[in-house]
């Protein structure tokens, strides 16, 4: 190939880059590592299939619509983790064990891998931690006793 072959091939793989016709919805492989422990459930954290692209999921179409830079790159930051996309009660931040919003790309995952749930899906969710009656009324028990210490 002489190098003017060359240059126009490039230019034409080019052209067809620029031409192709990428929606929001398309899979992007690159964003699972914009997200804190986004390589738990890869694809999959944006979108409702595994395999990635096609339709986005709620946290997906919440990062489509407001979390990302004029270049594509997902805004991960105190804001998009205080929101719960799926609706399931848990933040996005919870969920991708960031919850204050903090983790930056290029810093380790944070948090346990394995406590990560899809912040997408609202049946993959953190387990609930709210105390129980009976524990709350322990709870609510020893505090008077130590009330009634201090006292
Ligand atoms: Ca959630």
């Known amino acids: 190939m ?16 620029l031409l192709s ?10 964003r699972v590592a914009q ?12 979108h409702e ?10 946290f997906g179409q919440q990062v489509d619509d ?7 790159v997902v805004l991960w930051g105190p804001e998009l983790a205080a929101l719960d996309a799926d609706d399931d009660g ?14 930056a790309m290029g810093d380790p995952a944070p948090g346990d891998a394995e406590a990560v749930t899809n912040p997408g899906d609202p049946a993959s969710r953190p387990p609930d931690t709210t105390p129980t009656a009976v524990q709350s009324t322990t709870w609510s028990r020893l505090k008077m006793l130590v009330q009634s210490i201090l006292e």
């Open 49 to 58: 299939r595994a395999s990635g692209g096609g339709a986005l999921n709620s």
């Open 66 to 72: 407001a979390y990302l830079s004029p270049a594509g």
């Open 21 to 30: 016709p990428l929606s929001p919805a398309e899979g992007r492989p690159a």
């Open 2 to 17: 002489t190098p003017r072959n060359r240059c126009t091939a490039s230019g034409l793989a080019i052209a067809l880059l």
């Open 35 to 46: 997200l804190p422990n986004g390589s738990v459930f890869g694809c999959a954290s944006c």
């Open 90 to 103: 848990a933040t996005n931040g919870e969920e991708l064990g960031d919850p204050e919003g903090v983790w």
